[in-house]
C-alpha cells in the first residue's frame, strides 16, 4: 500500500511510535510517506543543524519525510503550544494536499497537538481512507486558557468521529471514546510500545550502580517527567514515613520539580534523592541497578485509559513495578503479577506498598520482572504493535467508503 502519516512529532525528537511504525511499514513492503514538523522537542527550539524551510524532504528505501515549518518559540506557555498547534496545522494542510493525494490509507499519530492538523487534512484530502492512533484525550495541558482547551476539545471530538478507525493505547480509553459517540467497531485497543534495541534487561554498570545506591536498602525509582499528571507529592510523604527502610530516587525534571523537592525538604526526607534527566541509552542500566520502578499517576478520569510509556520500558527491561495509579495501569500491573499496586494519591497506601516491596526477596522480585517482559514481548512488543496497525490500514483501504460500511 501507499501509506500517508502524520505525526507532530518524529525522529529524531523522542517520537518512537510514530518513527518505528514507518520504518517497519517500509521494511514490509508498503511505500511510506510521512509529513512532520522539524524537530523541537522538548526544549522548544530547532535542533542545531536544523533550518526550517518548506522544501525539506528525505528519502530512503520505500520511506519518504516531508517536514514543514512550525512555531518553535521556546516558551512552554499554553499560548506558544497552541501557536505551535495551530502553525503546524497550516502548514500540513498546504503541502499535505498535494503531497499525500494519493496514497491508500493515512495514519495520524494522535495526540491534541495533531489535531487541527488532522481536521484540516480530512477536509482536504476527501475520502481517503483513515486510521487514528490516540494517544492523549486530556486537552488541558495543551491549549491557551478554557477557550484554546474547548477548541482543541470539540476539533478533538469531531476528527475522532469522522476516522474510519481508531487504536486507542489502553482498554478504558475505548471506554472514553465510545462514551463520545464512535461506534465500537471502529475502535481497537492497541498497547504502545517501546524500542526494543535499548530496553531490553541488562547488569548495571559500577557507575550506574555508584549512582542510584548509597547502601543496600531497596531503590525504588521514577524515571521521567516531574508533572502535574504525576502527583509525585504522594511517593515524597509515603517515602518519608520510610526513611529508615528504603530511598525514592526520582530521575529527570518537569515542571513540578521545584514543588516535589521542597516537599521533600520540608518533611526532612532524605531517603529521597533527585537525579537530571539522563538519556534513554543510560536507562536500562540505571533500572537494573534500582529495585522497583514507580509509575505514579494523579487520580483524574482521564488519566485511568492511560498507560505511560515508562511502564512499557520498564517491562521490556524486566523491572519490577510499584504503581500508585488506577485503571489500566494499575490493572495491567495486577494482570501480568509484575510488580505492586495501590490507589491513586493516597500516600499511606503507597507507604504501605513501598514497605512490602523492601520485604519480598531479591529472587521473588526477578521474577516479577520476567513475567512482566513476558507480558511485554506477548502484548505490547514492536511486532505485536505493527501487526494491528497494519491490519487496520489493510482494512479500512479495502472497506472504506462503502456504502454498509457502519460509520
Known sequence: ??????????????????????????????????????????????????????????????????RVPRYAGGDASPAARMAGYLSFAGSAALVGRRYLADVD??????????????????????RVPTVLHVQDLWTGEGAAGEDGQGRVATTMRRVLRAADALAVTAPSMRDLVLADGVAGERVHTVLNWTDERIFQPVRP????????????????????????????????????????RMDLVLVGSGAQERRVRGLAGE??????????????????????????QLVTLRDLPELRGTVPSKVQSALACAAPLVASAGGDTAALVERARAGLSCPPEDWAALADRFWLATTIPPPARAEMGRRGRETYLREMSLGAGVDRIETLLTHVAATAGRPDRAR
Open 1 to 66: 500500500m501507499r501509506i500517508g502519516i502524520l505525526s507532530y512529532h518524529f525522529p529524531p525528537e523522542p517520537a518512537f511510535i510514530p518513527g518505528s511504525l514507518a520504518e517497519e511499514l517500509a521494511r514490509r513492503g508498503h511505500e511510506v510517506r510521512v509529513l512532520t514538523g522539524f524537530p523541537d522537542y522538548p526544549g522548544g527550539h530547532v535542533y542545531p543543524g536544523w533550518r526550517q524551510r518548506w522544501r525539506h524532504l528525505t528519502r530512503s528505501e520505500r520511506l519518504t519525510v516531508r
Open 105 to 126: 490509507v493515512l495514519y495520524v499519530f494522535q495526540l491534541p497537538a495533531t489535531t487541527f492538523a488532522t481536521a484540516g487534512l480530512l477536509r482536504l484530502l476527501g
Open 205 to 244: 554498570g559500577r557507575a550506574a550502580w555508584e549512582l542510584v545506591r548509597r547502601d543496600a536498602r531497596c531503590v525504588v525509582m521514577h524515571a521521567g517527567t516531574i508533572g502535574v499528571r504525576q502527583g509525585l507529592e504522594t511517593a515524597v510523604r509515603a517515602a518519608a514515613a520510610l526513611d529508615d
Open 267 to 292: 518533611l526532612g526526607a532524605g531517603n529521597v534523592r533527585f537525579l537530571e534527566r539522563r538519556s534513554p541509552t543510560d536507562m536500562p542500566e540505571l533500572y537494573a541497578a534500582a529495585d522497583y
